[in-house]
C-alpha cells in the first residue's frame, strides 16, 4: 500500500488497529491490518486495486458514527478512509445542486450552499461530524425526513470504485424519468457494492418560516395518539419527535432545563414553508394535540427559542450518559397507527430484563429508537440488552414495519432481518450483491452473508456475545 | 420473449410489438390511512386509488384534472410504477419513485419482495426500486405499496398548459434549469410545460438537451447518461434469459 500510495497516506500499528476496529456500534470489533487515506477517486481505485492484487478484502468509512457495524473491518483488510476527501468541488445554485468528495462533513455542505438560500435537507443527528459518504451509503434519514425524505432523495448522481477497481458512475444531474435507475441500488447499500468517491447532492431552497412547539402530555397514549392525531389532519409537518420523560430527566440534570412537571412525554413539532403555510400548519397540528389532552404548549418566537426547544431532542441521547455508563441504541420502524401498541411493549421488554429504557424518536415516521441504559461490567447485562433488542426487532416485524429505519442492517441485523425474508426475496437481494461485488472483497459479510466464512463468523460471535 | 402491457395508456410511447403480452391482474387494493399508506395490485387504476385515498382525506400527488401529459398520462398502479412519467407536481412531491415503499415482483417466475410497508426502512437494498421507470424490462410488478399525502396538494403546481392534445405525437424533455430557457424557446407545438420540474410536453420532436432525457414515440433517450453499463449489468442479472422486453 505505501509503494501505491506513499507513506502519508498509509497508517497502520496498534493504535491504528484500535482505533479503527469499530464505527459506533462498538459492541463487536475486528482490527483492521491497515488504514489507506486515498485523496480522490484515482487513489481510491489505486487501493482497492492493490487489494484485490493481493486479495485482501477491503471497506470503505467516513466518520465511524454509523450504529450498526456497518464499516467494521470483519475480515480484516484495509480501511480506505474518506477523510481526505474532503472537498467541495462545486456548488451550482442554478440547477440547485454540489458536486462534494465523499468525505465532506454534512454540516459544511450545508454551510456552503447557505449563502445562495438552499440546503442539503438530510440532517442526522451526527450531520456536524457524520460524512456525505456515509449518509449515501447508509440512505440517512434525520428529524426533518418526514417532510423532505431520506437521503435517496437528495443524492443525483455518484461516482464509486466498484469491487473490480473500475470506476464507475450512477444516476444522473437531471432526475426522474425513464430507465432503470442505478443509483437506487448504490444508495442504501452499505458500501457493499463499491467505495462512493464523490457525489452530485439535489438542494433545496431553504425555507421562509419555521414554526417549532414543544408539547407536553401527561400520559404516552395521549401523545401518541396526537402523532396520528396531526397527520390524520392534513398536516405533514416537517418533523414530529417524540422524546418520553426518563430523557426529559437526563436532559434536565445534564443542562438545567425544566420541563412541565408532570409530564410524560413532550412532542416537538416544527412545521415550514411558505410564512402563511407554516403558520396555519403548526396551528392545525397544536389544535390536534389539545384535543388529544395535551397540557402545555410552547412555542419559539425567535431562533435562539426553537435552539432551546430543539435541547431535548438533539441532546437527549448525550445526557443519557447521566443516567448509566453505558447506552445502547435501538432503531426500528412500525406503522404508525401501531405506536401505543410498540412503545408499551418496549417498557414492558426493559421491565422483564432489568434494564432502564428512554425513548426519544421520530414519531411521525413511526421510527423509533429505544435507547437502553446500563452498567455493562454488571454480569449479565450485556446478553439481556441483546435479548431485549431482539424482541423490539421482532415486535416490528410482527407488526408489519422494518427491523431498521435508518441505521442499517450492518452486522448487528444480519439475523434479525434475514429472519423476515422469503428464500425468493432473499434471492432477489443476493443477485444484487452478486453483480456488484464480483470480487467479494467489498465489506464482505454486511447487509447478507456473502461469504462461506461470514456464516463461521457469525456463529463465533453470536456464540460469544450470548 | 413478453411484453408487460397494463391499460394502454402510454401505448404512443411504445414501439409496435407482436410480442405475447403479460397483463397484470392483481385488482387489490388497501389503504391504510392512518399509516399514510395505501397498497395496490398493479391492474388497479390511478382514478381508482385515487377516489378510495380521497375518501379518507388523501392522495398520490398525481393531478388528474390537468390532463393527459400533466397527469403523466395515467393507467393503471403497474404502468405509472414502470414508466415513472414526469406530472404537474414532479418538482414538490418528486416522481412515482420517491412514493414507492415496497413492492411484490415476478422475479424470474417466482413472486418476490422489497421495502417495508412502513414510510421510512434502510433494510437491504432498494432492489424494488429498480423495478420503478425499468418499462417492463425486468418483468412484471403484482403489487406496490405507495406513501401518501393529504388531499390538499392536488390544489398545487405552477405548470402551465397551452393547449390539448389532439391526435398529434407527445414528446416529453426533461433537462438542467441552466437549459430550459433555451429548449423552450426551441421547442415546437409546445402543449404544456413546468418551470420548477424542467420539463416540456411537445407535439414536435425536441433538440436533444446536452444533460437530460426525451420520451417520445419510439421510447426514451438519455443523453450523455454515464450508468449505461450499469443497467446492462442489472438486465443481466435479473433477466439473465432474456425474458422481457
Not at chain 1, 440532517?123 to 437521503?151: A, F, M, R, W
Not at chain 1, 448504490?186 to 462512493?196: A, K, N, Q, R, Y
Not at chain 1, 433545496?204 to 397527520?231: K, Y
Not at chain 1, 404508525?336 to 421488554?349: D, G, H, Q
Request: aromatic residues 6%; negative net charge; charged residues 20%.
Amino acid at each position: 500500500m505505501r509503494g501505491v500510495l506513499g507513506n502519508d497516506q498509509v497508517r497502520d500499528g496498534t493504535a491504528v488497529e484500535r482505533v479503527y476496529a469499530c464505527d459506533s456500534y462498538s459492541i463487536e470489533r475486528h482490527e483492521p491490518e491497515c488504514v489507506v487515506f486515498p485523496r480522490n477517486t484515482y487513489e481510491t481505485q489505486l487501493a482497492v486495486q492493490r487489494c484485490i492484487e493481493i486479495d485482501v478484502p477491503f471497506t470503505a468509512r467516513g466518520a465511524g458514527t454509523g450504529l450498526s457495524g456497518g464499516v467494521t473491518a470483519v475480515k480484516g483488510g484495509v480501511i480506505v478512509s474518506t477523510k481526505r476527501m474532503n472537498q467541495i468541488l462545486e456548488v451550482d445554485p442554478v440547477n440547485r445542486c454540489t458536486l462534494v468528495q465523499a468525505g465532506v462533513v454534512n454540516q459544511k455542505v450545508n454551510n456552503a450552499v447557505k449563502p445562495f438560500g438552499l440546503m442539503f435537507a438530510p440532517d442526522p443527528s451526527s450531520q456536524t461530524v457524520c460524512t456525505i459518504g456515509g449518509n449515501i451509503n447508509e440512505n440517512s434519514g434525520g428529524p426533518h425526513t418526514l417532510k423532505y425524505g431520506v437521503t435517496a432523495d437528495h443524492v443525483l448522481q455518484a461516482t464509486l470504485v466498484d469491487s473490480r477497481a473500475q470506476v464507475i458512475v450512477a444516476g444522473s444531474r437531471v432526475s426522474g424519468g425513464p430507465g432503470i435507475d442505478p443509483l437506487s441500488l448504490v444508495v442504501g447499500s452499505e458500501g457493499t457494492l463499491g467505495i462512493v468517491t464523490e457525489a452530485w447532492l439535489r438542494l433545496v431552497p431553504m425555507p421562509e418560516r419555521i414554526e417549532t412547539a414543544l408539547i407536553a402530555f401527561s400520559t404516552i397514549r395521549s401523545a401518541v395518539d396526537a402523532v396520528v392525531e396531526v397527520m390524520a389532519r392534513g398536516v405533514i409537518p416537517a418533523a414530529l419527535e417524540m422524546m418520553d420523560k426518563h430523557v426529559l430527566s437526563a436532559v434536565e440534570k445534564a443542562f438545567g432545563l425544566d420541563y412541565p412537571k408532570g409530564s410524560e412525554a413532550l412532542l416537538l413539532i416544527e412545521c415550514d414553508g411558505r410564512s402563511q403555510q407554516a403558520e396555519s400548519e403548526i396551528r392545525s397540528a397544536i389544535e390536534a394535540c389539545l384535543d388529544c389532552g395535551a397540557t402545555n404548549v410552547e412555542t419559539a418566537g425567535n431562533e435562539e427559542d426553537r435552539k432551546r426547544l430543539w435541547t431535548a431532542r438533539k441532546k437527549g441521547i448525550g445526557a443519557m450518559g447521566r443516567l448509566a455508563p453505558t447506552i445502547v441504541t435501538h432503531d426500528g420502524v412500525i406503522p404508525r397507527s401501531r405506536l401505543p401498541e410498540m412503545l408499551e411493549f418496549v417498557y414492558a421488554i426493559a421491565e422483564e430484563n432489568s434494564l432502564g429504557v428512554a425513548n426519544i424518536f421520530h414519531a411521525g415516521d413511526g421510527n423509533l429508537h429505544p435507547c437502553f441504559y446500563f452498567d455493562e461490567r454488571e454480569p449479565g447485562t450485556v446478553e439481556r440488552v441483546l435479548a431485549a433488542g431482539e424482541a423490539v426487532l421482532d415486535k416490528c416485524v410482527e407488526l408489519g414495519g422494518s427491523v431498521t429505519g435508518e441505521h442499517g442492517i450492518g452486522l448487528e441485523k444480519i439475523d434479525s432481518w434475514s429472519k423476515s425474508l422469503s428464500a425468493n426475496d432473499l434471492r432477489l437481494q443476493t443477485t444484487v450483491r452478486e453483480a456488484f461485488d464480483v470480487s467479494g472483497l467489498c465489506n464482505p459479510c454486511k447487509v447478507i452473508p456473502n461469504q462461506k466464512g461470514c456464516v463461521e463468523h457469525r456463529r463465533r460471535w453470536s456464540g460469544a456475545a450470548t | 420473449m413478453r411484453r408487460v402491457v397494463g391499460s394502454g395508456s402510454k401505448a404512443a410511447f411504445c414501439k409496435h410489438s407482436n410480442l405475447e403480452a403479460h397483463r397484470p391482474k392483481n385488482t387489490s387494493l388497501h389503504c391504510a390511512p392512518r399509516d399514510q399508506i395505501v397498497t395496490a395490485g398493479a391492474a388497479v387504476t390511478i382514478a381508482e386509488i385515487q377516489e378510495c385515498l380521497a375518501r379518507c382525506g388523501q392522495c398520490l400527488p398525481i393531478r388528474l384534472d390537468l390532463g393527459q401529459p400533466l397527469g403523466g398520462f395515467p393507467g393503471t398502479v403497474g404502468g405509472l410504477v414502470a414508466t415513472n412519467m414526469p406530472h404537474a407536481l414532479s418538482s414538490q412531491y418528486g416522481s412515482p419513485k420517491e412514493w414507492v415503499l415496497h413492492m411484490e415482483v415476478l422475479f424470474q417466475g417466482e413472486q418476490a419482495q422489497s421495502g417495508a410497508k412502513v414510510v421510512k426502512s434502510v433494510a437491504g437494498y432498494d432492489v424494488h426500486k429498480l423495478f420503478v421507470g425499468s418499462w417492463g424490462v425486468l418483468g412484471p410488478i403484482n403489487t406496490v405499496t405507495f406513501r401518501t399525502y393529504p388531499l390538499n396538494v392536488l390544489s398545487q403546481g405552477e405548470a402551465v398548459t397551452l393547449r390539448d392534445l389532439q391526435g398529434g405525437e407527445v414528446w416529453i424533455l426533461r433537462t438542467l434549469a441552466s437549459e430550459l430557457d433555451q429548449a423552450l424557446n426551441k421547442a415546437q407545438g409546445v402543449y404544456a410545460f413546468d418551470r420548477p420540474s424542467c420539463t416540456i410536453w411537445s407535439e414536435m420532436r425536441p433538440e436533444e438537451p446536452s444533460e437530460g432525457w426525451i420520451i417520445g414515440p419510439a421510447g426514451y433517450r438519455w443523453s450523455n447518461r454515464a450508468d449505461k453499463g450499469m443497467q446492462i449489468q442489472i438486465k443481466r442479472a435479473f433477466d439473465p434469459e432474456g425474458e422481457w422486453e
